[in-house]
Structure formats: structure tokens, C-alpha cells
């Protein structure tokens, strides 16, 4: 019903950047959070950065200063401006998404297929 794609991944170079972009649709009547998160071969999915309907962000401090989250309400998008990319950085992004498909109904979480990010040193 509700369907979470990520783009704008790929492969930069130590100091580049990156922007990746998440689209939500399907049955939505409203969102909540939009955000970010990352996995690493081998390690456990981590946060990166949030986003909330009221605007408020956050973002971890392991990308503090260097990651900005963004946000589209009209278009139902969220981005992530990445500066400064660490090869630690280099790992799948995934976008997660809480919305509710009338006023009245609970909300629910999905999540897109990830997108690639790889930071060669």
C-alpha cells in the first residue's frame, strides 16, 4: 500500500559528497517521521538522521556537521546532504517512513530497499 524509494547513492571518493533522496506513496494520509538509517556489512542497522512532520531534525553525532536532513512535506520526500564523506560512512541507506493512511488510523512504519553508498580512501 505504502511504498518507500531511496536514490542517489553511488561512488565518491574520501571528501565528496552525496545526496540522497527517499519518495513515499501509496495510501498516506499524513506523515510523521521521515528518516535515516544505515547498515554496514556485517554490523547492526544504525540511525543517521530524522526528521519530523513539525519540522524539527536531529541527526547522530557520528554525522554531525557533516550530514544534513531535509524535508518535502508537499512532494512526501526527505533527502540526506552528505559533505565530507568518510570511507566509514560506506554502507547501504535505508529510509524510514511512519504515516497513517486516514486521521483515525494507528500509524505504521516502512522501509525502502536501501541504496548504496560507497566512499573509496
Known amino acids: 500500500q505504502v511504498h518507500v524509494v531511496e536514490s542517489g547513492g553511488g561512488l565518491v571518493q574520501a571528501g565528496g559528497s552525496l545526496r540522497l533522496s527517499c519518495a513515499a506513496s501509496g495510501w498516506i494520509f499524513s506523515i510523521n517521521a521521515m528518516n535515516w538509517y544505515r547498515q554496514a556489512p556485517g554490523k547492526q542497522r544504525e540511525f543517521v538522521a530524522m526528521s519530523s512532520d513539525g519540522g524539527s531534525t536531529h541527526v547522530a553525532d557520528s554525522v554531525k556537521g557533516r550530514f544534513t536532513i531535509s524535508r518535502d512535506n508537499a512532494k512526501r520526500e526527505v533527502y540526506l546532504q552528505m559533505n565530507s564523506l568518510k570511507p566509514e560512512d560506506t554502507a547501504v541507506y535505508f529510509c524510514?517512513?511512519?504515516?497513517?493512511?486516514?486521521?483515525?488510523?494507528?500509524?505504521?512504519?516502512?522501509w525502502g530497499q536501501g541504496t548504496q553508498v560507497t566512499v573509496s580512501s
Open positions: 524510514y517512513v511512519e504515516s497513517r493512511s486516514t486521521s483515525a488510523s494507528r500509524w505504521e512504519y516502512y
